[in-house]
């Protein structure tokens, strides 16, 4: 993943490093990444909340210290993470132009995370629109207009910087050889 490998990269910018400097690097960026992003999904939940007090800080909290269990105990790396933080961060559904700007940066970066996360971006943003938009009766395309919007840029971009970068490298694109005929398999 070059995601992974530009972030792990930025440890290697300080010579003579120790292997434990590098390793604690990681494990900071995974616990970094992981806060960041149960931070900011319990915060867009709690916006449109009606609840207040203390009370509602301790629930925060909570939620928060229960998303990053969450994601810590499945394999969501946290390059992947990087690419959906500013969508949960900076989404406004009344300002779709804004919305489709960070989507098309957030999918650059997924382009070069993982190509199951390159609609993710998209896919955030449109559960985003959703979830606040009522259904017009009468409008059902001017409803589903900035969500089509949303995926066609979000996947088109990911893919296109994923080709990219494979061509650049010069590399076999894996998930498009049906044969699974890789040299590394020999070994």
């Given at each position: 993943?070059?995601?992974?490998?530009?972030?792990?990269?930025?440890?290697?910018?300080i010579?003579?490093?120790?292997?434990?400097?590098?390793?604690?690097?990681?494990?900071?960026?995974?616990?970094?990444?992981n806060?960041?992003t149960a931070?900011?999904?319990i915060?867009?939940?709690?916006?449109?909340?009606?609840?207040?007090?203390?009370?509602?800080?301790a629930?925060?909290?909570?939620?928060?210290?229960?998303?990053?269990l969450?994601?810590?105990?499945?394999?969501?790396?946290?390059?992947?993470?990087a690419?959906?933080?500013?969508?949960?961060?900076?989404?406004?559904?009344?300002?779709?132009?804004?919305?489709?700007?960070?989507?098309?940066?957030?999918?650059?970066?997924?382009?070069?995370?993982?190509?199951?996360w390159?609609?993710?971006?998209?896919?955030?943003?449109?559960?985003?629109?959703?979830?606040?938009?009522p259904?017009?009766?009468n409008?059902?395309?001017?409803y589903?207009?900035?969500?089509?919007?949303?995926?066609?840029?979000?996947?088109?971009?990911?893919?296109?910087?994923?080709?990219?970068y494979?061509?650049?490298?010069?590399y076999?694109?894996?998930?498009?050889?049906?044969?699974?005929?890789?040299?590394?398999?020999?070994?």
């Amino acid at each position: 993943d070059p995601g992974r490998s530009i972030l792990d990269g930025i440890a290697f910018l300080i010579p003579n490093l120790p292997i434990w400097a590098y390793r604690f690097w990681v494990r900071i960026l995974f616990l970094i990444f992981n806060c960041l992003t149960a931070i900011f999904a319990i915060r867009r939940t709690f916006m449109y909340s009606q609840m207040t007090g203390n009370r509602n800080i301790a629930l925060r909290v909570l939620l928060t210290l229960l998303g990053m269990l969450f994601l810590l105990q499945g394999p969501v790396n946290y390059h992947v993470l990087a690419g959906i933080l500013p969508i949960l961060w900076l989404y406004d559904e009344n300002r779709p132009i804004r919305n489709l700007i960070i989507i098309i940066v957030c999918s650059v970066w997924e382009g070069l995370c993982r190509v199951n996360w390159f609609m993710m971006p998209a896919v955030i943003a449109i559960l985003m629109q959703v979830l606040r938009t009522p259904f017009p009766r009468n409008k059902f395309l001017h409803y589903i207009k900035w969500p089509l919007i949303f995926l066609i840029s979000g996947g088109l971009t990911s893919f296109g910087i994923y080709w990219i970068y494979i061509e650049a490298l010069g590399y076999a694109i894996p998930f498009l050889n049906p044969s699974m005929d890789y040299a590394f398999f020999l070994y």
